[in-house]
């Protein structure tokens, strides 16, 4: 028994190093990016994709110049989860916690985790990138309303440098949408294992938005094929193809 607690210690002391390592790199390289080049998602297209946006729609997006691409698989390696204005979240009967409410204030918010944690936050910060894919879920407004509900019950916990799907008391970007959306309705995201662990990718969602599985594909700006276009519909689907394939 000794022998055990001993050995369970040591691993317990290692994985917290470890973590700790993680942690530390991933807060490093998060803020490495050139911060003179203006983001290509300008004013006018972020009010354009704000247009477009209903609650429930994911949002998938690249910054050009972030050394975390490095570290991140293929071309998207981001999303988040547009939640909608206080008004969508009484139109959805979203039940929440007073704190909760008070954070989620606004018309366009967006649920997402980045280094400082799994938070609301307003469209504009989430589309200030080079890049973003928007896909939407194929399900009703009362699947969508679950969804939602699940998801923002983890905001305010932390950001996940270890990236355990395993663990729900700290999250990654995707998890934010694997948490979301996997066993509602029809929908089913299947983890794939990277570097030892079992993840969700963003460019696994939108794998199965050009697949047609309970995702499809809203509008791209940014892409290798729209550089400096918004696309939508059809277009929309060959530029997410056009960017990784």
Partial sequence: FI??????????????????ALETGGRLASELH?????????????????????????LVTRHDTAVTNLFLPGY??????????????????I????????RWSGDRMVLEALKDGVLFRRLDETLAVDAVAV????????????????????????YDFDFDFFRSD???????????????GPVRLTLTE???????????LLDLALEGSCFA???VFGAPTCPDELVVGEDALEAIRGSYR
Avoid at 3 to 20: K, N
């Fill in 3 to 20: 022998e055990h607690a001993v050995r369970r210690t040591g691993a317990s002391a290692r994985q917290q190093a470890l973590f700790a």
């Fill in 34 to 58: 050139d911060r003179w080049t203006p983001d290509r998602v300008g004013k006018t297209i972020r009010r354009r994709i704000g247009e477009l946006l209903q609650p429930g729609d994911i």
């Fill in 76 to 93: 998207w390696p981001h999303a988040a989860l547009f939640v909608g204005g206080d008004t969508d979240r009484r139109r959805l009967a």
């Fill in 95 to 102: 039940e929440l916690d007073s704190d909760r409410r008070d």
């Fill in 135 to 158: 896909i939407r879920p194929q399900i009703g407004p009362t699947l969508i309303a679950q969804a939602i509900a699940r998801a923002a019950r983890h905001e305010g916990k932390g």
């Fill in 170 to 184: 700290m999250l990654v970007c995707t998890e934010v949408i694997y948490r979301a959306y996997d066993g509602v």
């Fill in 194 to 204: 990277r570097s030892g662990r079992p993840t969700l990718s963003a460019e696994d």
């Fill in 217 to 219: 594909p809203l509008a």
